[in-house]
């Protein structure tokens, strides 16, 4: 069944040799001359199919023009932009290799773990180039973000970030120094900021994600090239409109000093599991102090925190502070 659509689509585009006159701009202001006619293999959903394209050479510039590549959007790739989409999820759904038994099984489409990764990369990089300078764009006030008039703002506006670990295969992290045994990374910080909204409340009065409300930016770079990500993406959510503007975060202090810098304004909260991760952390720290009470002070502090006495909390552990530094009594 593929193979007659692919012979159906190579023919349909076989009525259009790519001739575009005997002269064509090539891309630099240059007259690039029609040379001949090229064939090119190209590997779509249906199968793999040849398209005959008109060729342009650039004496200016020395280099070929094939206006046809850039119509079917296939210049510098040898998988059609249908393919490459379902490769892209494929890839970004699971490891090269199982994403190539993935398109297999699913859509009967054969393809190298080499090609998927290839593919999946120069789309990846490019769509994360053309986010980073959308988002120095936004930030540097050079692009405005229009809101639709009909939608309206909502109140509040959450921005909850986190960074974590992820497992890296050997050839991904060579070169960069670790904190295991051995002294090699075998993982990089992935950092994710999510804006999403919370608009009800469960029956025990917990606010739920309004669903579909959630838009993600996640990356590798540094916090210094994170930053723009996060702030053009709150940006583009209407950040600067929103009456109460959240952050949410794990305590870690690069996510409060971004917060900060980019929404000097929001509320920063830790979230509540985080919060009692740090409280059990405090406790043992305290472990000195507190002597046998350690449990019964551990259980009083959480208690605290869920009731939302923080200022009981802060003054509780206060009280034990000059026990610990005398500078402080
Ligand atoms: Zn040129």
Redesign the pocket.
Known sequence: MTQIGASLLEQLLGADGGYRGPRVD?????S?RFVGYRDKTITTVLGAITVRRGYYH?A??G?GVLPRDDELGVADASLSPGLRKITAVAAAAAPFAAASTLLAELAGIRLGTKRIERSAETDGAAAADRQTRESAAICQGEVTVLTPAEQPLPDKLYIAIDGTGVPMTAAAVAGRAGKGPDGRAHTREVKLAAVFTQTAVDDDGRPIRDPDSTSYVASFATVGDFAPLAAAEATRRGAERIRQLVVLGDGAAWIWNLATARWPHATPIVDLYHAREHLHALADLLTDPLGPDHDQWLQARLADLDTGDIEHLVTTTETLLPTLDPLLA
Do not use: P, Q, S, V
């Open positions: 090539c891309g630099d202001g240059h690039a650039c200016d510039c280099h």
